[in-house]
């Protein structure tokens, strides 16, 4: 096995780890592997050790990668995770299967309207800023539900939940009373009536905790392909 498929091991054993000990299934949590800064050969290799789901922060880039790995396209699952700015929005609804940093509206619709007849329609997550960081993307918790509302309602996009990137705490308590603002605001919006399935959050130094608050979708890069 490759050095990334050991790694990739490693963190699937986390996961198994943290479900236990949160009485929950190992089967409810889904790992996006970031490969952004790593090249198309590193994202082949995870391929290659039964990973399919990966996470791009820079558009160019991961474009540059899709078309790279163009004959693996029917298997590869591929998600922007980064900030969205309103002109790379046509290249991510023609190239991605998912995004994860909806933030406002105009954003959403804009993909909406790029987004190919041919083309299932384009999973979305809102992000949610959970810990009001003045410098930091998402909608404000109070803002999350009306939001989801109108992407909701939109065409050629299938609007499935929620992502956080909060600060990093010190501790795990710390860290999962922070992923439950995110998991209340994605049950607030459950309870409107929205069917949403995913929960993304956690990274590799926080996986546990996120696992604990609930997170479906945790997206690993240093522990799988290590540091930038």
Not at 15 to 21: D, E, F
Not at 79 to 102: M, Y
Request: proline residues 4%; hydrophobic residues 45%; glycine residues 8%.
């Amino acid at each position: 096995m490759t050095m990334i498929g050991d790694k990739l091991q490693q963190v699937r054993t986390r996961i198994v780890t943290a479900c236990t000990a949160a009485g929950r299934d190992p089967a409810s949590v889904r790992l996006l592997a970031v490969s952004k800064t790593f090249d198309a050969a590193a994202v082949r290799a995870a391929h290659g050790a039964g990973q399919r789901a990966f996470g791009e922060n820079y558009v160019q880039e991961g474009v540059g990668k899709i078309e790279a790995l163009a004959d693996l396209r029917a298997e590869l699952e591929w998600h922007c995770i980064g900030p969205l700015q309103s002109n790379k929005t046509r290249v991510v609804a023609e190239h991605f299967d998912w995004v994860h940093s909806i933030d406002r509206l105009k954003i959403a619709e804009r993909l909406a309207e790029q987004r190919s007849a041919h083309l299932p329609p384009l999973s979305v997550c809102l992000q949610v800023n959970v810990d009001g960081g003045a410098n930091k993307s998402g909608v404000t918790p109070e803002d999350a539900l009306a939001l989801a509302q109108a992407v909701a309602a939109l065409p050629r996009l299938r609007l499935r939940g929620l992502m956080a990137i909060p600060e990093p705490a010190a501790d795990f308590e710390s860290q999962r009373a922070l992923f439950l603002r995110a998991a209340a605001v994605f049950e607030q919006i459950r309870g409107a009536g929205i069917e949403v399935d995913t929960l993304s959050l956690g990274m590799s130094a926080d996986l546990e905790a996120a696992v604990a608050a609930g997170s479906t979708m945790v997206r690993i890069g240093t522990a799988i392909f290590g540091q930038r």
